[in-house]
């Protein structure tokens, strides 16, 4: 069993990947498992943190000793997130939102029609929660970690979108056609806006896990707790 050095702290983790939905049977989605937040959530449990677990789509079971949000869309993902946010010692954004959602909403299902090759679809953008409440920290000390998954320039690209993001961390992995999606491994580095790097070598996601909340271990303030 690990050491409970989380005991005492509330940290809020989002898994899964939202869906925006175009009528009442389609949506667009993402190819992310839940796995990876999963992992965090069970391992700051194991460590004697109080955990919400806010899961967007992944059918995966509750963990045990955890509570647990459902959401589907990124609207509702933020609601959940501001919720449970306000009072959390660290917020870790390992959900993948979508960045735009239909304008509209079809109310029936969206038919093909006679001489119309194909409908439109515009799209507009969705709320950045990430930005959001690392800008708008919910309580003095929160420490605020996001994901990234980068194709190329990871490093580059990583540190830009921790700059532009605001959070306190930044985990950094590579994807592509064979990596990351649904595996039971990951590969990564972890950017600090301090300046720190931690390159996390490829091996299960409760050790990258357990890796993001040594980093929050550090900089969590626990003043006034
Ligand atoms: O900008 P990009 O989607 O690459 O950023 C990924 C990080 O930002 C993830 O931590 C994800 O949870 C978060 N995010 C968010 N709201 C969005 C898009 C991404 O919180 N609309």
């Not at 990430?130 to 490093?155: C, H, M, N, W, Y």
């Amino acid at each position: 069993t690990a050491a409970p050095d989380l005991g005492g702290l509330h940290v809020v983790v989002s898994a899964g990947g939202t869906r925006e939905p175009l009528d009442p049977v389609r949506f667009l989605g993402n190819r992310s498992s839940g796995k990876q937040g999963y992992a965090l959530a069970r391992t700051a449990a194991a460590r004697g943190a109080r955990v919400t677990l806010i899961e967007a789509n992944t059918g995966l079971p509750d963990p045990a000793g955890v509570d647990v949000v459902h959401v589907g869309t990124a609207v509702q993902l933020r609601e959940a997130v501001l919720k449970a946010g306000a009072d959390a010692d660290a917020v870790v954004m390992a959900a993948a939102v979508a960045d735009f959602r239909p304008s509209e909403y079809a109310t029936g299902k969206i038919k093909k029609k006679d001489g119309v090759e194909a409908p439109a679809v515009t799209l507009v953008r969705n709320p950045d929660i990430l930005a959001e409440i690392s800008a708008d920290r919910a309580r003095p000390g929160q420490v605020v970690v996001g994901f990234a998954a980068e194709t190329d320039d990871v490093l580059a690209n990583g540190r830009d979108k921790l700059r532009r993001k605001g959070c306190d961390l930044l985990v950094v992995n590579e994807v592509g056609e064979r990596r990351t999606f649904g595996s039971e491994e990951n590969e990564a580095v972890v950017l600090a806006a301090d300046g720190a790097e931690t390159p996390v070598p490829h091996g299960p996601k409760e050790a990258l896990a357990d890796i993001v909340w040594d980093l929050v271990e550090a900089r969590v303030d626990r003043a006034g707790r």
